[in-house]
């Protein structure tokens, strides 16, 4: 069962009798999580913050951008827009300044910490280089240009506020099927886009030279595949390491399932995925990229997103 509490501006909480409309939709490529729904109206305080649960357990906490009265001949209706915890760091600007060998323990005391995230890590890497804050640059920013070149990887603020450094990709599993135990699906799709894949990497090493050591997916030229790319690793935003990162992350673009289940998914994001299906044979490593769960009167229902479980930055 599904219920939503809105925050006034005073910390109260307060439920609404009953859920007209529901909406969240998660997405791995999308900062910040966003929500939509329409109540019977309330008089409740002005609302800022507002969480869901699912079964008891916190799947959602964010903070409303629009909030909208409105009245007709059916009755009155409260309607809320909001995002998750992330849009904090996307809505403030962070001090220009410059780092040396920065670490993500720092990166995490700086732009995280004051709105109230917590860590999912204790990981206290160094980016062995420096990093510019420029004038303009959001909160998030800067931990993305921070993820991306000390991790090759984009960071992930959760629906409930957690930040991992390192992405949306967990070690739980969700199963989907028939079976036991498995998660129901009422439909599933299967898509490949040759378009996305890469199938080499030209890369510059040395400043005086050119472009001379080419980074190969050999799955991709076995299929007839020609997309070549390049990057120059003499700098300090591109190290070598993202060569194999661009590949991964064109692989990971070029292969999805979609499945429509009957029920309320939010929190398995990030998960580890199988499917098990008589009709479409799915097999590889695969996790949940996306999600988009809608609750109405006449019921509910996910819409799942799956992609290849790779190494990528993004």
Not at 55 to 64: K, L, M, Q, S, T
Not at 239 to 245: L, Y
Request: net charge neutral; aromatic share 8%; charged share 25%.
């Amino acid at each position: 069962m599904v219920k939503v509490k809105l925050i006034d501006r005073d910390g109260a909480e307060w439920t609404p009798k009953a859920i007209s409309k529901l909406v969240i939709e998660v997405d791995e490529n999308v900062p910040a999580d966003s929500l939509y729904a329409e109540f019977p109206y309330m008089a409740c305080p002005e609302p800022v913050g507002v969480r869901v649960f699912s079964d008891d357990a916190e799947v959602f906490r964010g903070v409303i951008d629009e909030e909208e009265h409105a009245a007709d001949g059916s009755g009155e209706t409260l309607k809320i827009s909001a995002r998750s915890m992330a849009a904090l760091l996307l809505d403030n600007e962070a001090a220009p300044c410059g780092y040396d060998h920065p670490s993500a323990a720092l990166m995490y005391e700086r732009y995280a910490k004051p709105f109230g995230l917590m860590l999912s890590e204790k990981d206290d890497a160094v980016y062995f280089g420096e990093q510019s804050v420029l004038k303009g640059d959001s909160c998030y920013s800067v931990l993305k240009n921070f993820c991306t070149a000390c991790y090759s990887a984009l960071p992930r603020i959760s629906s409930t506020g957690t930040l991992s450094f390192k992405g949306i990709m967990k070690e739980d599993e969700t199963r989907f099927g028939n079976t036991k135990g498995a998660v129901r699906f009422l439909s599933l799709s299967e898509t490949r886009k040759r378009c996305e894949e890469i199938s080499e990497v030209v890369v510059k090493t040395n400043s005086g030279g050119g472009y001379t050591l080419p980074i190969m997916n050999a799955d991709a030229l076995s299929r007839g595949i020609a997309r070549r790319r390049y990057l120059n690793a003499t700098l300090t935003q591109s190290p070598m390491r993202c060569a194999d990162a661009m590949i991964a992350n064109g692989q990971r673009k070029a292969y999805s399932v979609k499945l429509r289940c009957p029920s309320c998914l939010l929190g398995h994001e990030g998960n580890r995925a199988s499917v098990d299906s008589d009709r479409i044979a799915v097999s590889g490593e695969l996790y949940i990229s996306a999600l988009r769960y809608r609750l109405t009167a006449g019921g509910e229902y996910t819409d799942v997103t799956l992609k290849r479980r790779t190494n990528g930055c993004g």
